[in-house]
């Protein structure tokens, strides 16, 4: 099983809602990040945090906020999405090994905006 | 430049043989190539990774082959077992980059 712990596993929400996806990790990895899938798509990166602090964010619509309150945690607040945001929202951590970053997934938050 | 071209896009392997999914990049400056495992449901799982200093890597039946001067990388699953089925996505970075390019994906189906 996965050591990223993402809740929740799923959310519903309407288009005028606010709400957060959230992602933990006990792995000591400082960086973490948020990525979205569509179905039978890659995962496209969405946003990357570094000890802590906004590394890259790849235009992301406002409408997706980040938050990275320590090491361990990150969340995605939501508001004002639209249904073409529906998709798995995956977290992950990585640290760095002999050969290069190595990115683990956690099991994702499925979004369905309604 | 940025792109990983991956194919094939499906495959469907009988119990026991070779699934083999093949990828390309163009960018150079590309030095580290994992590939990762998803089933439905699931994140992505790293399952094997190479270096472009190395021409092949060897995991239990998972196999990685590097070619350098193509460009291109492939996953030889030896043996392949139903359990095996899932989508597979090669990816690429430069260094410890934290932006991996993923490629399309290839869905495995095992029969057993």
């Known amino acids: 099983d996965t050591e990223v712990t993402q809740t929740p596993k799923h959310l519903v929400m309407g288009m005028t809602n606010k709400k957060s996806l959230k992602c933990e990790q006990h792995?000591?990895?400082?960086?973490m990040y948020w990525y979205k899938q569509k179905a039978k798509k890659p995962p496209e990166l969405m946003f990357v945090y570094s000890y802590e602090k906004l590394s890259i964010n790849e235009s992301v619509p406002s409408r997706f906020s980040p938050e990275c309150p320590n090491s361990s945690l990150l969340n995605l607040h939501l508001h004002a999405l639209q249904p073409e945001d529906s998709a798995l929202y995956l977290c992950?951590?990585?640290?760095?090994?002999?050969?290069?970053?190595?990115?683990?997934f956690g099991e994702g938050s499925w979004l369905t905006v309604v | 430049q940025q792109q990983v071209k991956q194919s094939p896009q499906s495959l469907i392997v009988q119990k026991g043989g070779i699934s083999i999914i093949n990828c390309a990049y163009e960018?150079?400056?590309?030095?580290?190539f994992p590939w990762y495992q998803q089933f439905p449901g699931k994140g992505p799982a790293l399952l094997i990774a190479i270096r472009p200093d190395v021409s092949e890597k060897k995991e239990g039946r998972f196999t990685i082959s590097f070619n350098k001067s193509a460009k291109q990388f492939s996953l030889h699953i030896m043996d392949s077992q139903p359990g095996d089925s899932a989508t597979y996505f090669c990816a690429a970075s430069k260094g410890y980059g934290q932006n991996f390019v993923f490629g399309p994906g290839t869905r495995l189906s095992v029969l057993p």
């Open positions: 792995m000591g990895h400082r960086a």
């Open positions: 992950a951590s990585s640290q760095r090994g002999l050969s290069g970053n190595t990115i683990y």
């Open positions: 960018n150079t400056a590309f030095d580290y």
